[in-house]
């Protein structure tokens, strides 16, 4: 391979990247708007689910959080737990959509949003590699090693 094939293949993969991130991100910031500002579709999708509307609140709020930890520059460690908290959110979104009978018009958005946020996270630098490179003490690059 030439190396002028090899710019845009690496265009290319940072595009396929940032799809998901970008999803993820987005989906994030309006689902925290809708929950805290509780919307009729939120209002509506709760009261099928069966939960109680200050779950709304709790879970706008840890959006918000999730999302302020994603955007702000390094604290890999943080980014790490925000995703997970995210796919918490899809994934139990989706399952709280399937314990209630709901067809794959309902539960396939929060899956296909879990599924992106585990996306996301993959491309994610290791916390242990940054910590690494800044020269922390006890910081391991490989997560397989143990001390």
């Not at 709790?58 to 796919?87: D, F, S």
Request: aromatic share 10%.
């Amino acid at each position: 391979m030439t190396r002028s094939n090899s710019i845009p293949r690496s265009r290319a993969v940072r595009l396929a990247q940032a799809i998901p991130v970008a999803a993820v991100l987005a989906e994030t910031a309006v689902g925290a708007y809708w929950d805290l500002a509780r919307i009729d579709y939120v209002r509506d999708a709760f009261d099928r689910l069966g939960y109680p509307m200050y779950f709304a609140t709790v879970l706008g709020a840890a959006k918000a959080a999730a999302l302020a930890a994603l955007l702000t520059p390094g604290h890999p460690r943080t980014k790490e737990w925000a995703y997970a908290g995210l796919v918490f959110v899809y994934g139990g979104a989706a399952a709280s959509h399937l314990a209630v009978g709901d067809g794959p018009d309902k539960w396939a958005t929060p899956a296909a949003f879990a599924a992106c946020t585990f996306a996301a996270r993959a491309w994610l630098p290791q916390a242990g590699v940054a910590l690494a490179r800044r020269g922390f003490p006890g910081a391991r690059p490989n997560r397989l090693q143990h001390n």
